[in-house]
């Protein structure tokens, strides 16, 4: 079983709707969570950043962690075309060393 | 957010011949830099961690040989394909960590024919 567990997608929506974007992980010792969103080509971008359980709203964006059933989740609200990238969740102990998923690709389509 | 910039963006090499990568923070110190190599639809996979002013930390399975990292100050390091195959083909992204979060160049496209 990989550290981090992610749903290589791709996902497609249509532009408008909610994304939900997920990962799961077995080493309890995460205590930073992140999202990172990557167009093609270009190096991953930080989207949202975390610690520990709860929610983190940004604009469109909410990250959610569930530390007890260690899942984290992603959600995009009125989705848009320019949203449709490959979402990569991160995750570390605080060694400053992050363990990637393997991203979900998205699709949102006008 | 912090900045990383990585230089270039994309580079075409003869087989057998070296290419430099450069990751510069442009905002913040790092003493600590990452690489990594893409491949496509693949994840990030971890290829060594650049420590400034000491030598580099390898991941099981890279060849420190061939992939000669510099980090010589606490805003560059420099990733060196040495030797240069097709095989070493790929797509290579550098990151810092600042502020808890891992910031990340633009990555360099690297295609050896």
């Known amino acids: 079983q990989k550290e981090v567990e992610q749903d290589p997608g791709p996902l497609s929506v249509p532009e408008g709707a909610i994304v939900s974007l997920n990962c799961t992980y077995s080493n309890s010792a995460f205590q930073y969570f992140m999202w990172y969103r990557q167009y093609s080509r270009k190096g991953p971008e930080l989207l949202m950043y975390t610690y520990s359980s709860g929610n983190k709203e940004d604009g469109r964006f909410t990250a959610q962690v569930d530390k007890s059933s260690k899942y984290i989740s992603l959600f995009i609200r009125d989705s848009q075309p320019s949203d449709s990238a490959t979402y990569l969740c991160?995750?570390?102990?605080?060694?400053?060393?992050?363990?990637f998923g393997r991203g979900t690709s998205l699709i949102v389509h006008p | 957010g912090a900045v990383v910039s990585q230089h270039p963006s994309w580079v075409i090499c003869k087989s057998g011949t070296s290419v430099k990568i450069e990751c510069r923070s442009l905002?913040?110190?790092?003493?600590?830099m990452f690489w990594y190599r893409q491949f496509p639809k693949q994840s990030l996979m971890l290829m060594a961690t650049?420590?400034?002013?000491?030598?580099?930390?390898?991941e099981q399975g890279v060849e420190k040989d061939k992939f000669l990292i510099n980090h010589a100050s606490l805003t560059l390091s420099t990733l060196t394909v040495t030797s240069a195959h097709p095989e070493d083909s790929s797509f290579y992204i550098c990151?810092?960590?600042?502020?808890?979060?891992?910031?990340f160049g633009q990555g360099t496209r690297l295609t050896v024919v």
């Open positions: 650049s420590n400034e002013g000491s030598k580099a930390t390898y």
């Open positions: 991160a995750m570390e102990t605080g060694s400053y060393i992050p363990t």
């Open positions: 905002d913040f110190q790092a003493t600590t």
């Open positions: 990151s810092a960590s600042a502020q808890g979060a891992a910031f």
